[in-house]
């Protein structure tokens, strides 16, 4: 089943919701980047012996319509308005995670380069700003293959951005954007989606790695299957002495709508009972075993904590200072 509501038309109308204030949690960091920028550059604290960063690829201004489309529009303008969030736009923040363990720097999603909205395509940038060689790369994984994910996985010349790093992708995901006549059997709007994906996954001088569920990218670092937002989709779990971080991808694309309304279902969601029911069961992993989060797009830098909030769940961002 292709699930499509929010059109690309919606997306290019820029719309930035208000910030929200950030609560403090056991997870402390530090935040850099020049002030003045626009976007900050990137967000670093250890988890064990692991040194993460979260770097910024910029954001994407969306139109409301692809939030809660399975619920009464007046439920979300009204849970919108609660949390004193814009009802007009909502301002999504791409938030990238490196891993760097032992001999190994590990990025997760590359990002959309300067093939889809303005407002993003500032990773590379962003990783010179955190100090990151880009060469020093050894892996990529890639959650999944909507463009602000994986457009930016070549150059102008169609060269991979990260010629040395071993690709790392789900299988199934890597199959269902490769079917052959898939561009001509989904909606018009999502056939741009169909061929910006296969041309990033075919690029010259790729050399993937299909992953299935819990495949291990390298010690610390594995795959889990959290399905729904595409068929496939894969999220990061990252271990180190006794302390994990799980790095959502899109299994959760609203900080607060996918904790507290975790049955509505995004407009980019593929399967929206398949996604709610991944939702709930990451979201109870990470109550219940103290795990922190991650989130693509979640105000930046993206990174918290899961509680149980009655039959729901609430984020907490994870306290931070500036640098």
Known sequence: MTRLTTTRRGLLKAAAAAPALALPAPLMAQISGPAGRGNPAHFRFDLGTARITVVSDGHLGLTIDGLGVNADPTDVLAFLEAHRLSTTGHYSHTNHVVIETGDATVLVDVGSGDRFLPTAGRLLDNLTEAGIDHGAITHVVITH???DHIWGIRDDFDEPI?????YVIGA??????MQDGLAGSVPAEMQQFVVGAVNSLTADGLDWTMAQDG??????????STPGH???????????????L?????????????MERPDWFAGF?????????????????????GIA?????????GVGHVMRMGDAYRFVPALWTWG
Do not use: C
């Open 293 to 301: 989060v991650l989130g693509y797009h979640f105000p930046f830098p």
């Open 145 to 147: 293959a909507h463009p």
């Open 162 to 166: 990260f010629p040395a790093a071993e």
């Open 215 to 224: 495949h291990e990218v390298v010690p610390g670092v594995r795959l889990i």
């Open 172 to 177: 199934g995901e890597y199959d269902w954007w």
């Open 230 to 244: 595409t068929l496939n989709h894969m999220s990061v779990m990252v271990e180190s002495d006794g302390k994990q």
């Open 246 to 258: 799980l790095a959502l991808g899109d299994a959760m694309t609203h900080a607060y709508i996918s």
């Open 269 to 289: 969601d593929q399967d929206g009972p398949m996604a709610s029911a991944t939702r709930l069961r990451l979201l109870d992993m990470a109550a219940t075993d």
